[in-house]
């Protein structure tokens, strides 16, 4: 049996446990309430009659008496369920009582006549036929002069419509029963009452809620459920209705039918199977029980059909349950007890009401579904209260998150201010300075000099140039990045050749430094894109540069089994951890250690490697110390196959863009005037076109048919770039055509890079030109 029981799953045992849970709860309430139900013959009144001798059939009629025992079931011995009878009894007493007595009958039918002594002491048998007849407790009034001494004898004519029988007749005093029936009657009327009126006023809530969330289907079936259950157990203890009788027995048949259909929506709902074939099956076939009730009720004969009809009732509430058990079990611990308990409660309920309703038990006994519902009705609510209780958190949880990415998108934005400032700042400086170079060198060369002097400024110029062009294309990089329009073009990327390419770029400025840079020689070929790459290294190297007053930079590349540590060490100034948490920031520049540490630049060189590595998916790590130098690593995954393959330098043609026609249109003079010379020293045939107007008298004229190329700015007076090229081929629509601009805002770049047409960032050089020009007509340039 051990191991029967290991081969069993741990969550089927406790499901299994559960179960068994359940059911003793529902047999010690079962105990206590039929503890309840016999209460009477345990009492402490003077006079218990529980002999007596009973008749079917009304009053006048030929009676065969036959000797019965209180409480008395007429199903056990065969009699039917409803019907006229008479009972009699014989009480013997030593005197006759000088008070007041009562005669108290638990079980008696709201249409029945008591007599003492021939008097009538209790009359509703001739009550209208609008009277409902079902047992319900009586406290009946004794005058002292209807008792004497002797034998005195009791006749009580009844007529039931269900459950027929009588309860034991208890005599006294009416101050000694009073309370005792008081008692009995709160626990059999009033409380059953009570709760399913709270049980009804719930229901209706959590119908509210329902019509303002439709959605919540399982909430609306079991509310509706709930509320009707309540209603039909609170109209159990009355004893009329304004309506016939045969109506009012097919409406609490219906009203079963409807409970369990909504017991069976529930239990869909829950089990997410709502809008499957089976809500069909539910409706259809409550549909059908009702109408073949309402036959039934229309031929007298609706008891005789409850007898068959229940049970199918009962499997249909069986198999909803057991659904709605199979869900809720993922309920976590109390909710999910308490639901459970009450949904077994209704169905052990219903299986005790049929036979109680069909006489199988004692006229002791009573209807269980009125403590079944508010028990159900309590687990339920528990649950929607638990779904409140958990919406709260999570608003509150939400308003917490809203207010962490309130503080977190203030901190941003202050950071953000920060660094405009920090951004403005630089800019009036490191901006200012090579323009205020090129200016006054562009001054002196209006004078008479030599020409080593002239060839002397012309070389300042260029250098100041090329630091503006610099911090230019800082710029423009990094609202690229930010704006997505780069995408990465992965490939085998070799290494040395990108460390030839750097070394002889950035040796000339370490050595007026007086430091040494070295790159060690390496074999490793990476998978990167080859520009991006090359950018963050040269921004990686330049800054070590800049920042090394003593010592050296080192660029090394190190093999870590499928990857490659690309890693630049320098002995410089080093950084400190908040430095190091700073670094990677947009316009950040740390305070130099001294004059030879000094840092130049606008700040967004780390920002740029740091932007590029993610969009590569390249990690970035930085280890620095504070007076001793710095470490950047960049791990690239390893290429394997050997691409270092030597390769002709191409030579370029001195004239390549000889015997060509290329349209240039641009607003600004000076750039327009450039552009025309520079394509003219190409060997170009320029036309060029001060804007949309311009260039619409020159297609007019037939521009458009000889010409092989298309340069245009972005921004025109009178148009835009992407329009003009539209403009341009519709007329010649395999012309290639190439935007250049200067704009650096993001929604810009992303609809430039959205048009496909090709785009070259200003300020740019020749040769970045005559590289744009021929890779976007190779055939052609």
Request: proline share 6%; with cysteine.
């Given at each position: 049996?051990n191991?029967?029981?290991?081969?069993v799953?741990?969550?089927?045992?406790?499901?299994?446990a559960r179960?068994?849970l359940?059911?003793?709860?529902?047999?010690?309430?079962?105990?206590?309430?039929y503890?309840?139900s016999?209460?009477?013959?345990?009492?402490?009144?003077?006079?218990?009659?529980?002999?007596?001798?009973?008749a079917?059939g009304?009053?006048?009629?030929?009676?065969?008496?036959r000797?019965?025992?209180?409480?008395?079931t007429?199903?056990?011995?065969?009699l039917?369920?409803?019907?006229p009878?008479?009972?009699?009894?014989?009480?013997?007493?030593?005197?006759?009582?000088a008070e007041v007595w009562?005669?108290r009958?638990?079980?008696?039918?709201t249409?029945?006549?008591?007599?003492?002594?021939?008097?009538?002491?209790?009359?509703?048998?001739?009550?209208?036929?609008?009277a409902?007849?079902?047992?319900?407790?009586?406290?009946i009034?004794l005058?002292?002069t209807?008792l004497?001494?002797g034998?005195?004898?009791?006749?009580i004519d009844v007529d039931?419509g269900?459950?027929g029988?009588?309860?034991?007749l208890?005599?006294g005093p009416?101050?000694q029963?009073?309370?005792a029936?008081?008692a009995?009657?709160?626990?059999?009327v009033?409380q059953?009452?009570?709760?399913?009126?709270?049980s009804a006023?719930?229901?209706?809530?959590a119908?509210?809620?329902?019509?303002?969330?439709?959605?919540?289907?399982?909430?609306?079936?079991?509310?509706?459920?709930?509320?009707?259950a309540?209603?039909?157990?609170?109209?159990?203890?009355?004893?009329?209705?304004?309506?016939p009788?045969?109506?009012?027995?097919?409406m609490f048949f219906?009203t079963?039918?409807?409970?369990?259909v909504?017991?069976?929506?529930f239990?869909?709902?829950?089990?997410?199977?709502?809008?499957?074939?089976?809500?069909?099956?539910?409706?259809?076939?409550?549909?059908?029980m009702?109408?073949?009730?309402s036959v039934?009720?229309?031929?007298?004969w609706?008891?005789?059909?409850?007898?068959?009809l229940?049970?199918?009732?009962?499997?249909?509430?069986?198999?909803?349950?057991?659904l709605v058990?199979?869900?809720m079990?993922?309920?976590?611990?109390?909710t999910q007890?308490?639901?459970?308990?009450?949904?077994?409660?209704v169905?052990?309920?219903g299986?005790?009401?049929?036979?109680?309703?069909?006489?199988l038990?004692?006229v002791?006994?009573?209807?269980w579904?009125?403590y079944?519902?508010?028990?159900?009705v309590?687990?339920?609510t528990?649950?929607?209260?638990?779904?409140?209780?958990?919406?709260m958190h999570g608003?509150?949880?939400?308003?917490?998150?809203?207010?962490?990415?309130?503080r977190?998108?203030?901190?941003?934005?202050e950071?953000?201010?920060a660094?405009?400032?920090r951004?403005?700042?630089a800019?009036?400086?490191?901006?200012?300075?090579?323009?205020?170079s090129?200016?006054?060198?562009?001054?002196?060369?209006r004078?008479p000099?030599?020409?080593?002097?002239?060839?002397?400024l012309i070389?300042r110029?260029?250098?100041?140039?090329?630091?503006?062009?610099s911090?230019?294309?800082?710029l423009?990089d990094?609202?690229?990045?930010?704006a997505?329009?780069?995408?990465?073009?992965?490939?085998?990327v070799?290494?040395?050749?990108?460390?030839?390419?750097?070394?002889?770029?950035?040796a000339a400025?370490?050595r007026?430094?007086?430091?040494?840079?070295?790159?060690?020689?390496t074999?490793?070929?990476?998978?990167?894109?080859a520009l991006?790459?090359?950018?963050?290294?040269r921004?990686?190297?330049?800054?070590?540069?800049?920042c090394?007053?003593r010592?050296?930079?080192?660029?090394?590349?190190?093999?870590?089994g499928?990857?490659?540590?690309?890693?630049?060490?320098?002995?410089?100034?080093?950084?400190?951890e908040?430095?190091?948490?700073?670094?990677f920031e947009?316009?950040v520049?740390?305070e130099p250690?001294?004059?030879?540490?000094?840092v130049?630049?606008?700040?967004?060189?780390?920002?740029i490697?740091?932007?590029s590595?993610?969009?590569l998916?390249?990690?970035?790590?930085l280890?620095?110390?504070?007076?001793?130098?710095?470490?950047?690593?960049?791990e690239?995954?390893?290429?394997r196959?050997?691409l270092?393959r030597?390769?002709?330098?191409?030579?370029?043609?001195?004239?390549?863009?000889?015997?060509?026609c290329?349209?240039?249109?641009?607003?600004?003079?000076?750039?327009?005037e450039?552009?025309?010379?520079r394509?003219?020293?190409?060997g170009?045939?320029?036309r060029?076109?001060?804007g949309?107007?311009?260039l619409?008298?020159?297609?007019?004229g037939?521009?458009?048919?000889?010409?092989?190329?298309?340069?245009?700015?972005?921004r025109?007076?009178d148009?835009?770039?992407?329009?003009?090229?539209?403009?341009?081929?519709a007329?010649?629509?395999?012309?290639?055509?190439l935007?250049?601009?200067?704009?650096?805002?993001?929604?810009?770049l992303?609809?430039?890079?959205?048009?496909g047409?090709?785009?070259?960032?200003?300020?740019?050089?020749?040769?970045?030109?005559?590289?744009?020009?021929?890779?976007?007509?190779?055939?052609?340039v």
């Open positions: 049996m191991d029967t029981l290991a081969r799953p741990p969550h089927r045992l406790a499901g299994w179960l068994v359940l059911l003793l709860v529902l047999c010690v309430a079962w105990a206590l309430l503890g309840w016999v209460r009477a013959e345990a009492q402490d009144a003077p006079q218990v009659l529980t002999l007596a001798e009973m079917p009304l009053p006048g009629s030929p009676a065969e008496w000797a019965v025992t209180l409480p008395d007429w199903a056990r011995h065969g039917g369920r409803f019907g009878a008479r009972y009699r009894a014989r009480l013997v007493l030593e005197a006759a009582p009562a005669l009958i638990d079980r008696l039918s249409r029945a006549d008591v007599r003492v002594n021939g008097a009538l002491v209790h009359g509703m048998l001739t009550a209208g036929p609008k409902l007849r079902r047992p319900v407790p009586a406290l009034a005058p002292p209807l004497h001494a034998e005195n004898l009791l006749e039931h269900a459950r029988g009588l309860s034991p208890l005599l009416m101050e029963l009073e309370g029936f008081a009995g009657y709160h626990l059999s009033d059953p009452r009570a709760l399913n009126i709270v006023g719930a229901c209706l809530v119908l509210l809620v329902w019509w303002r969330r439709r959605s919540e289907v399982a909430l609306g079936s079991f509310a509706a459920l709930g509320l009707l309540s209603l039909r157990n609170v109209s159990y203890s009355a004893v009329g209705s304004p309506l009788l045969e109506l009012v027995d097919w219906a079963q039918v409807a409970s369990v909504l017991v069976g929506l239990a869909l709902a829950v089990a997410g199977r709502f809008d499957s074939r089976w809500r069909s099956v539910w409706l259809i076939g409550g549909a059908v009702a109408v073949l009730g039934a009720a229309a031929g007298h609706l008891q005789q059909a409850r007898a068959l229940y049970p199918i009732l009962l499997l249909g509430l069986l198999v909803a349950l057991t058990w199979r869900t079990r993922r309920l976590p611990g109390p007890l308490l639901l459970m308990l009450g949904m077994a409660a169905f052990g309920a299986v005790h009401d049929y036979f109680y309703q069909q006489g038990t004692s002791m006994d009573s209807y579904m009125p079944a519902v508010p028990l159900a309590l687990g339920f528990a649950m929607l209260v638990r779904r409140v209780v958990d919406a608003v509150e949880v939400a308003n917490a998150a809203l207010e962490l990415r309130v977190e998108r203030t901190e941003a934005l950071q953000a201010n660094a405009k400032g951004f403005i700042a800019a009036s400086h490191d901006l200012r300075q090579p323009v205020a090129i200016g006054l060198l562009a001054g002196l060369l004078e000099m030599g020409e080593a002097r002239q060839r002397s070389e110029i260029e250098q100041a140039t090329a630091a503006l062009e911090l230019l294309k800082g423009l990094l609202s690229r990045l930010d997505g329009t780069v995408q990465p073009r992965l490939a085998a070799p290494l040395q050749p990108l460390f030839d390419a750097i070394a002889a770029h950035e400025g370490a007026a430094r007086g430091i040494h840079l070295r790159f060690r020689p074999g490793c070929v990476v998978v990167s894109d991006l790459l090359e950018q963050m290294l921004n990686l190297v330049g800054n070590a540069v800049r090394t007053a010592g050296g930079v080192l660029v090394a590349a190190r093999r870590r499928e990857h490659v540590l690309l890693q630049v060490w320098d002995s410089g100034v080093g950084m400190d908040a430095q190091q948490a700073q670094a947009d316009f520049q740390f250690a001294g004059a030879e540490g000094a130049r630049g606008l700040g967004l060189g780390l920002a490697v740091q932007r590595a993610r969009l998916g390249h990690a970035l790590t280890r620095s110390q504070p007076g001793r130098g710095s470490c950047f690593t960049l690239l995954p390893l290429e196959r050997s270092l030597d390769a002709p330098a191409p030579v370029a043609p001195v004239r390549p863009l000889a015997g060509r290329v349209l240039v249109v641009d607003d600004e003079p000076a750039v327009r450039a552009l025309q010379w394509l003219e020293a190409w170009a045939q320029v060029a076109y001060a949309m107007s311009a619409t008298e020159g297609l007019a037939g521009a458009a048919d000889a010409a092989d190329l298309l340069i245009t700015d972005l025109l007076p148009g835009d770039g992407l329009e003009v090229v539209s403009r341009v081929q007329l010649r629509p395999a012309l290639p055509a935007v250049v601009t200067g704009n650096t805002l993001p929604a810009e992303a609809r430039l890079a959205g048009s047409v090709a785009v070259l960032n200003k300020p740019f050089r020749a040769e970045a030109l005559l590289a744009a020009l021929q890779a976007l007509a190779p055939r052609s």
